[in-house]
Nanobody, 127 residues
Framework: QVQLVESGGQLVQAGGSPRLSCAAS????????VGWFRQAPGKEREFVAA????????YYADSVKGRFTISRGNAQNTVYLQMNTLKPEDTAVYYC????????????????????WGQGTQVTVSS
């Protein structure tokens, strides 16, 4: 069992650069790929970014590519989402998720490929 806790959500002006954190209850995220998803009011949950458990592979949604960076912390029980050049359309509740990885380079973009989810953290971008 893995419990995930997101933090770092905030109200920020357009162009801001907050960093979200996803901390796991287990000592390590070893063998788990991690993804970030977001859900805006009235919209479906959508994929944002994913990282393999080795940290060597990452993947981004087109809407955030070049602006967001996903990374794993040195302690291996935290994953970060650095968000730069935020836009009002980035406003959403952001969720991290963990899924057992078939290999060190595997990552997943589908919500149904993840086994554990955090409660979410709100990011609001004002124009």
């Amino acid at each position: 069992q893995v419990q995930l806790v997101e933090s770092g959500g905030q109200l920020v002006q357009a162009g801001g650069s907050p960093r979200l954190s996803c901390a796991a209850s287990r000592r390590t995220f070893s063998n788990y790929a991690v993804g970030w998803f977001r859900q805006a009011p009235g919209k479906e949950r959508e994929f944002v970014a994913a990282i393999s458990w080795s940290g060597g592979s990452t993947y981004y949604a087109d809407s955030v590519k070049g602006r967001f960076t996903i990374s794993r912390g040195n302690a291996q029980n935290t994953v970060y989402l650095q968000m730069n050049t935020l836009k009002p359309e980035d406003t959403a509740v952001y969720y991290c998720a963990a899924g057992r990885a078939l290999s060190g380079s595997a990552y997943y973009t589908g919500a149904n490929e993840y086994d554990y989810w955090g409660q979410g953290t709100q990011v609001t971008v004002s124009s």
